[in-house]
């Protein structure tokens, strides 16, 4: 009996359970605070100020698992950056958050840390479409008694560069806010007309009579670890051909 070939296409969706949907849509700011120390005796604070930086390095996760310098940024260079461009005796990281926005909204994202005591709010406005990377950023010192602004301001960040903006405290101690706007995820791979048309040559539509395959089991895949706080994410299409038992036979 001459066996009859099904096409099936098979689309899997590797994710962390954090992804909406829709993980196109999906763009992320990494933010970091950190504490500087000065040599020698401190002056009063007159000004914040403000610097661009520009890493030097890859980050390695493990021998196994690279991450490119438009993902992440390794955070000793990023320290020993702002060590030198501010003439600090050590740097020292505060805290830390990847803030998530959807590219069809316009709200507002926000991250909140304490610090001595006091609670500092940071509202970043994700850019539109029009100005892709151009990024609105407040911060305030809040508290019951309402909150005030210590900085309010536009900036238009490269792929390659962390904004650092510099604040000092009354006793002229200096903190630095670092902001870094990731590259979008490349789109995955287009498959050619051709191939396509290669594969379904001879198949037939899963219709009528002819039921598609069942799934035996499903298996929950398991992410590297290494990958996972990476925050490497991506695509897997596979596509089979069975025959009308239901055996892949390509």
């Known amino acids: 009996m001459e066996k009859r070939k099904l096409c099936l296409a098979m689309i899997f969706l590797m994710a962390f359970s954090f992804l909406s949907l829709h993980a196109s849509d999906t763009r992320e700011i990494k933010l970091k605070f950190f504490e500087g120390t000065r040599e020698g005796k401190i002056k009063p604070p007159e000004f914040v100020s403000s610097s661009y930086l520009r890493p030097t390095v890859t980050a390695s996760i493990n021998p196994s698992v690279t991450v490119s310098l438009e993902s992440r940024f390794a955070l000793n260079e990023e320290q020993m950056q702002i060590k030198r461009i501010f003439n600090l005796k ?13 590219t069809r909204s316009s709200d507002k994202i ?30 305030f010192e809040q508290s019951e008694m309402g909150k005030s602004s210590l ?9 390659k560069n962390i904004a650092v903006f510099g604040f000092e405290d009354k006793k002229g101690k200096p903190y630095f806010l670092s902001i870094h706007l990731p590259p979008p995820p490349p789109p995955p791979p287009q498959v050619k007309k051709k191939e396509i048309e290669d594969f379904e040559k001879g198949a ?3 219709v009528g009579e002819i039921k598609p395959p069942k799934p035996i089991k499903i298996v929950k895949p398991v992410y590297p670890e290494a990958a996972r ?15 009308e038992y239901g055996r892949v036979v390509r």
Do not use: C, M
């Not at 050590?90 to 959807?102: P, Q, S």
């Not at 840390?113 to 609105?136: A, G, H, M, T, W």
């Not at 900085?151 to 792929?159: F, K, R, S, V």
């Not at 706080?229 to 025959?243: F, M, P, Q, S, Y």
């Open 151 to 159: 900085l309010d301001t536009e900036i238009i960040l490269p792929e």
């Open 90 to 102: 050590d740097v020292n990281l505060i805290t830390e958050a990847d803030l998530r926005w959807n």
């Open 229 to 243: 706080k990476a925050k490497v994410e991506g695509v897997v299409i596979l596509n089979a051909r069975t025959d």
């Open 204 to 206: 037939i539509k899963v």
């Open 110 to 139: 926000f991250h909140i840390f304490r610090l001595d005591s006091k609670e500092y709010l940071v509202l970043i406005s994700p850019p539109d479409r029009n100005r892709k990377r151009q990024l609105s950023i407040e911060v």
